[in-house]
């Protein structure tokens, strides 16, 4: 089985329509699984905005810890900044146990990144 098969199965189907998954892929070298969701993502003056967002999820197998993913999570701006490097919501590490509840606490409309009820 294939990196991001593997990792795909280990994801509950609750979480990923949780937060709107879809268009599923791979990188280049099948060393991570790629999926668009729907996040509410931070304003500049770092509260939470009312406008949902198209995010890029990239999740990697980590080189130097066992049983670790990191976790990437981009969007691009709007007007002319969609024209430059994406925009990071959040990048972090998530243990093999705690994929789902991470990915969880990702669609959360509070003033932290992550939901602490699930982080």
């Known amino acids: 089985m294939s990196f991001p098969n593997a990792v795909r199965s280990l994801i509950d189907t609750g979480v990923l329509m949780s937060l709107g998954a879809r268009d599923f892929s791979t990188n280049a070298t099948a060393t991570a699984l790629i999926f668009d969701a729907t996040i509410l993502p931070m304003t500049k003056a770092g509260n939470r905005s009312s406008a949902p967002r198209t995010m890029s999820v990239t999740i990697s197998g980590s080189d130097d810890r066992d049983g670790c993913f990191d976790l990437t999570v981009t969007y691009l701006g709007r ?32 003033a932290e990144v992550l939901n602490p009820d699930y982080a």
Request: cysteine-free; overall charge negative; proline content about 3%.
């Open 79 to 110: 007007g002319l900044a969609k024209f430059e490097d994406p925009i990071v919501h959040y990048s972090g590490a998530a243990l093999l146990s705690d994929l789902n509840g991470t990915l969880l606490a990702l669609d959360y409309d509070g």
